[in-house]
């Protein structure tokens, strides 16, 4: 009964907050087209729903931090994943693995919309380019790199919304 109630009372916060937060949707270009959006060692059409999930709900997460009578869509132009795929060869099989080099570097291209309850537009832009040329390598990005295979593009994606909106709330 404790672990229900508790689980019911982090439901209801997490609601809350998204009660207070702007409309947010995310659209993607053709991912075909995409630079970068490689599966390693999975079935493609998974790995592309798993990873445009999880930046959809990273820019959802974002998005919290907007007024809540406001809209915000942002669209997926063009996705160059961190790293290259490289072959990898052991005993008996060959395998695909990401590499994270200083040349490898993320770059996503965007456009976005930002509108007030009325659809007036209060920001917009269409293919701007988000890049990190030779991420650092810091412990903090390596071990959050390990930890979060999207690591570096959030950080672009978290660079972005701070420069666009600066009087969103922390």
Sequence with gaps: MKTSVLNLA????LFAGAAN???VSVKWGEVKSFTDFEAVNELKSRFEERTKANFTEYVEALGQKLPEQNKLQVTFNDVDLAGRVEPTFGATSSAFQRILDDISYPHLVISYKYTDAQGS???EAENVELKSLAPPRNIRNVMGSSRDALYFEKELLQDWFRETFPDAAD
């Design 21 to 23: 937060a702007a409309e």
């Design 121 to 123: 537009v209060l920001s």
């Design 10 to 13: 982090i439901v209801a916060t």
